[in-house]
């Protein structure tokens, strides 16, 4: 299962991926369905999770019945539990970067939003376009989500200047990244353009970086106020073990000041 999972995460054009994951959802969920996680976004229990990773394969990772990951089920809970994302009587204008499946139909659905997905090759986007080039006005959207998309821009800080740009004063972003917290100082290094070295080095093959704990100060710098909420802040070690999430992950939450 592993060798196979593996196989086709670095075979597969991820476009393709997305619509051949239409058909197996619906079988995995049936063969995995019972006791022992439980994916928070539907709600529904599974014996186990499937694995999932490009190098190093990670164990009960990918939900079957969403295909969510552990920073799915992280932000899912986190809008849920820590803010009003689901019950806001206000219609928001939220922009979503590269659309997880995991949430796209149900963010869709939602009375509250306005909702607009972009990217430059998901057949989920509904705007085709350059994160660091976005085609959309000054403070257009009052919440964006850009999560796992950073780390394959090698321009992130025109990337972040551009989120900044299009968000509203007073609105606000999670723009989560994979990041090693034992690091102080991001890794990057642009002579690395061969994508098995990639996937080597940085744990996948179009990955430009490895974000540190400076990411953080990174989104200061373009304007962002931010704030580090982890997993432990609102979740107990019981709730992290039952839904498989990485305790030590810290979501980002950037806010637009209203005097920009």
């Known amino acids: 299962m592993k060798k196979l999972f593996k196989f086709l995460l670095n075979a597969v054009p991820r476009p393709l991926l997305i619509r051949l994951s239409y058909v197996a959802r619906p079988v995995l969920a049936w063969w995995l369905q019972g006791p022992g996680f ?42 849920q539990r820590q803010t009003n994302f689901f019950t806001n009587t206000e219609r928001q204008k939220l922009l979503h970067f590269a659309p ?69 004063p007073g609105g606000w972003g999670i723009f989560q990244i994979p990041q090693d917290l034992n690091r102080d100082v991001t890794f990057t290094d642009d002579s690395i353009t061969d994508p098995r070295q990639r996937a080597e080095i940085f744990g996948q093959y179009d990955h430009v970086r490895i974000y540190g704990r400076d990411y953080f100060d990174k989104l ?30 810290i979501i980002p939450l950037c806010l637009k000041p209203y005097t920009a």
């Open 38 to 79: 439980t994916d928070p976004i539907d709600g529904k229990q599974f014996k186990k999770f499937l694995p999932y990773g490009y190098g190093k394969q990670r164990d009960n990772v990918l939900a079957p019945g969403t295909l969510s990951l552990e920073r799915h089920r992280l932000l899912w809970l986190y809008l």
């Open 100 to 168: 997880e499946q995991a949430f796209y139909k149900r963010f869709r659905k939602q009375a509250n939003l306005a909702y607009l997905t972009t990217d430059l090759l998901s057949p989920l986007a509904d705007v085709k376009a350059d994160i660091c080039k976005l085609p959309f006005e000054n403070n257009a959207f009052d919440i964006i989500f850009c999560n796992h998309v950073l780390e394959h821009i090698p321009d992130d800080t025109k990337a972040m200047s551009e989120l900044f740009r299009v968000l509203k």
């Open 220 to 249: 200061r710098k373009a304007g962002f106020e931010v704030r580090e909420i982890a997993a432990i802040d609102f979740l107990s070690a019981a709730e992290i073990s039952a839904y498989a999430l990485q305790a030590n992950e």
